[in-house]
């Protein structure tokens, strides 16, 4: 469990991570040394929302449906959102789907 202040710590490093796939990556350096629970939990989440987001592309580009893109890019979006909103108020809360999925793979990154 994180403490107030290790969540006040990480804050930033939180947000960082959510705002690109480049944002991700330099949170990762940003919370090398010492490393902070909160900023890790937001930085394995952030980065599992990114890399799905590029899968997702690479997949609907082979479809002709414009229903399927829309729904792919929403679905990402609200996941977006969703770990977004998390860091910025402080809380621990898994996306849901992929946020456990995430927190495992990503479990040596962060």
Do not use: C
């Not at 929302?49 to 580009?61: G, N, R, T």
């Not at 609200?78 to 849901?96: C, D, E, S």
């Amino acid at each position: 469990m994180s403490t107030t202040e290790q969540i006040r710590e990480g804050k930033s490093t939180a947000i960082v991570a959510y705002l690109t796939i480049i944002g991700a990556i330099i949170a990762i350096f940003m919370n090398s040394e010492p490393k902070n629970q909160f900023a890790s939990f937001h930085i394995k989440q952030a980065l599992g929302i990114h890399i799905l987001y590029f899968l997702l592309v690479a997949l609907i580009s082979g479809f002709d449906s414009w229903l399927i893109s829309v729904a792919f890019w929403i679905f990402v979006f609200i996941l977006w959102v969703y770990g977004f909103i998390g860091a910025i108020q402080g809380r621990k809360t898994i996306v849901p789907l992929v946020g456990e999925y995430f927190q495992k793979w990503f479990k040596n990154l962060a």
